[in-house]
């Protein structure tokens, strides 16, 4: 059974940095591309970014030269390195996994960005 787990949200000032991880169970990982969404209030989830089984990954107009996306192998986890956060940022941070036949998602982490 494929489970996403995600952490590292919090509150953070404008301008901070947090980094939010997804570990994901199972041996899908490694042939699998992730992505991640948000998800804020009031508004549709989002697209933020996605990574694929080389590493190469791609991220939303809105965070471009801010955010970027990792994986790391031995761990099964993504990570979405987040910097010069915007108030905007706010919202809560679904790691997905897509396959054919469906996707996978995990329960979310909420980021506030406020000062």
């Known amino acids: 059974q494929v489970q996403l787990v995600e952490s590292g949200g919090g509150l953070v000032q404008p301008g901070g940095s947090l980094r939010l991880s997804c570990v994901v169970s199972?041996?899908?990982?490694?042939?699998?591309?992730l992505a991640w969404y948000r998800q804020a209030p009031g508004k549709e989830r989002e697209f933020v970014a996605s990574i694929d089984t080389a590493g190469w990954f791609s991220v939303a107009d809105a965070v471009k030269g801010r955010f970027t996306c990792s994986r790391d192998g031995a761990k099964n986890a993504v990570y979405l390195e987040m910097n010069s956060l915007k108030l905007e940022d706010t919202a809560v941070y679904y790691c997905?996994?897509?396959?054919?036949?469906?996707?996978?998602w995990g329960q979310g982490t909420q980021v506030i960005v406020s000062s």
């Open positions: 997905n996994l897509p396959l054919s036949d469906r996707q996978y």
């Open positions: 199972g041996s899908i990982f490694s042939s699998s591309g």
